[in-house]
């Protein structure tokens, strides 16, 4: 199923694509050129050739159609004011002049006619040899003269010699065939670049030189015509076309395969900050309610502390109290202790202090039971409570009692 639908989407991008070459495409190198059978019919104009004074390449494609003498029709020809036959190339192979010096290759020009055939003829300043070439073979070189360069500032002809006014044709020189793909390099192609771009008349191995093809066709057919000139189908329309689309199919493919590619890195990506996210939501959920836990405990420790606090402020107060009475009764026992005894400790009980000099009080610690023996009789007793009971205390109480509890023999 996913191999069926990715050729049904690949089917749908050739029929846009092919809607779109067919309709809208405005690159027109495909289509060739269809000369007259007159002098009248050719194009001439003056480009600029400074690029290939140093080393050129003239190939083309065509299809002789006129049957004449050797070097008679002119399929190009380069001439100017004060140099002729620059560069001149006739259908039959008879004609290959370069600097105004003829080479003759039409013994070895075996094309029938009414034959497509690749021609390309090479140079440089380097290597001061031409080199002519048919269907990508060899067929002739020869040097030419030292310190020679391809002058500049002529005219350059198709259909027909130019002379060096660009007006001085002749029905000699009347081309009258077909011409395909006419282009100038700024450089001499080597024997492997002539032979690929010879394979194949509908191939598009001139666009891979960029700026070393200096004179393009798909300019030379924008120029003016002259007389009987015209574009007619090269038979490579529609395999061009179809080539142009399938590299655009194949260009647009691997665009979708590369963003299919980003498009499932973007959705692991995606949903790996998803897991990161959801474990950060965990955690910060769990952090949540261990803070909100700890702000329990924290509130009732507070809650706690503020019970202990207020218990200690009660005991504070408690002891605060407890130490003032202590200091009450310490300040009452030191002066019990300073006044000196009146009664012996064998006299006669004639009072209820006295009754602390019994062995059920004296020396031992007042507590609660025996206070209920001596509670009627003493005011606020209970603050003796834990007191020992000594010789000293018995004669303060006595002594800041009334008479009543008075030992018989005191004075007072």
């Known amino acids: 199923m996913l191999k069926r639908r990715t050729m049904i989407s690949e089917t749908a991008l050739l029929a846009l694509l092919w809607l779109h070459f067919a309709a809208g495409n405005s690159d027109l190198s495909y289509r060739a050129l269809k000369f007259g059978n007159t002098a009248s019919d050719y194009i001439v104009y003056q480009p600029n050739m400074g690029p290939l004074q140093n080393a050129f390449s003239v190939c083309f494609w065509a299809r002789s159609l006129l049957t004449t003498s050797r070097c008679g029709p002119h399929i190009i020809s380069y001439e100017g004011d004060g140099f002729s036959n620059e560069i001149i190339v006739s259908d039959e192979g008879g004609c290959n002049h370069i600097f105004g010096s003829s080479f003759n290759l039409a013994s070895k020009h075996s094309v ?35 310190g020679r360069t391809l002058r500049d500032g002529g005219y350059l002809m198709l259909g027909n010699d130019a002379g060096s006014d660009g007006q001085s044709m002749s029905s000699r020189y009347i081309f009258g065939g077909e011409l395909y ?39 030379i057919l924008q120029r003016s015509r002259n007389g009987n000139v015209r574009e007619i189908d090269s038979g490579c329309e529609d395999v061009i076309i179809r080539r142009q689309m399938e590299v655009k199919l194949n260009e647009t493919l691997e665009e979708l395969r590369n963003s299919k590619q980003l498009l499932n890195e973007t959705r692991a990506e995606l949903s790996q900050e998803k897991e990161e996210k959801d474990l950060c939501r965990t955690k910060l959920a769990t952090s949540e309610e261990n803070l909100n836990t700890t702000m329990i405990k924290v509130e009732e420790a507070l809650e706690e502390l503020e019970r202990k606090k207020e218990d200690l402020i009660r005991i504070t107060t408690s002891l605060n109290q407890t130490q003032t009475e202590l200091d009450q009764v310490r300040k009452l026992l030191e002066k019990a202790n300073n006044t000196p005894p009146d009664c012996p400790l064998n006299s006669t009980i004639t009072s209820y202090w006295d009754l602390l000099y019994s062995e059920d009080y004296f020396g031992d610690v007042i507590s609660s039971e025996k206070l209920e023996v001596l509670y009627k009789s003493v005011e606020k007793l209970e603050y003796f409570v834990g007191l020992r009971v000594t010789e000293g205390m018995i004669q303060f109480m006595k002594h800041f009692h009334d008479g009543t509890d008075k030992c018989p023999n005191s004075t007072e």
């Open 112 to 146: 029938p006619s009414g034959t497509w055939f690749h021609y390309c003829y090479t140079w440089s300043y380097s290597s001061r040899t031409q080199k002519v070439y048919l269907n990508g073979q060899l067929i002739g070189s020869r040097s030419t003269s030292s």
């Open 181 to 219: 793909k006419l282009n100038l390099f700024s450089k001499e192609l080597s024997s492997s670049e002539v032979l690929e771009m010879s394979r194949d008349k509908c191939t598009e191995t001139e666009l891979t030189y960029g700026d070393v093809r200096s004179i393009k066709w798909e300019e």
